[in-house]
Structures are given as C-alpha cells and as structure tokens.
C-alpha cells in the first residue's frame, strides 16, 4: 500500500540564537571605543536570530574602513584591518562564553580529589595498588 506522505516545510532549520558581543581587545582610541559601543547596542537590540549571518552587514556598516569582518552561521568575527588578533565576536550567547578584555578569568573548578578539603582534616592516604 503506498501513501503518500504530506510534505510541510521546515519554518527554520536552524535553532535559535541569542547574540551577544564580546570585545575581547582593548579599544585604541576614544573612536574605536565610540563604534564598539554603537556595535554593542545594535547587537542586544537585536538578540534573537537564528543566523547570526543576518547581522554581519551592520556589523561592517556600524564599524566602517579599518575592519575586518568575517561570519559563519553562530558567529561573526572581528579583526582590525592587518592585525591577527581577533577584536570582538557576536556570539550565541547559549552555546558560547567568550568575554570583554576587562573581564577576568573564570576559576578553574577543582580537577583533583587532592584539592578537595577531607572530612578528617588530613590528605588521603596513598593508594596502595600492588603489582
């Protein structure tokens, strides 16, 4: 028996974003910080995408000459022209954590039962597996 199955069309194959901008180098002057706070603004009023692409020709047009700017589908990078330091990145704020350049590091969590404090007060005792 052969059915034919009712084809619907995909409303948007991607997940949705939340788009973000992190500044990761420090503005050289007073203009690049003018502009990287203008790109910030336009950035969280428009938060909710589902191809951060959509938002890479305000990012070029917001920046203007001196910048590099490239972008994939979750993120749009941002070089000043002839540097190979990134300076910023939208982002997906739900997949990603990249952070300003004044922002510190986040604390490493605890990798080891040894930085761990113990119940009794003193370092366990070493593991005595024979051979």
Known sequence: MN??????????????????????????????????????????????????R???????K?????????????HIWILRAGDTARLAIVADLLTTAYRDWFEPLPEAPATSRLSCPCPTGEPPAPSRMGG
């Not at 959509?54 to 070029?60: D, H, N, Q």
């Not at 917001?62 to 979750?74: F, R």
């Open 3 to 52: 059915q034919h199955l009712k084809s619907t069309p995909l409303a948007d194959p991607f997940p949705p974003q939340q788009a973000y901008l992190a500044i990761e180098l420090k503005p050289v002057d007073a203009a690049e910080r003018h502009r990287l706070q203008a790109l910030r603004q336009h950035v969280q009023a428009h938060t909710h995408t589902t191809d951060l």
């Open 54 to 60: 959509g938002l890479a020709g305000a990012v070029k």
């Open 62 to 74: 917001l920046l203007g000459a001196g910048y590099e700017v490239g972008c994939g589908s979750s």
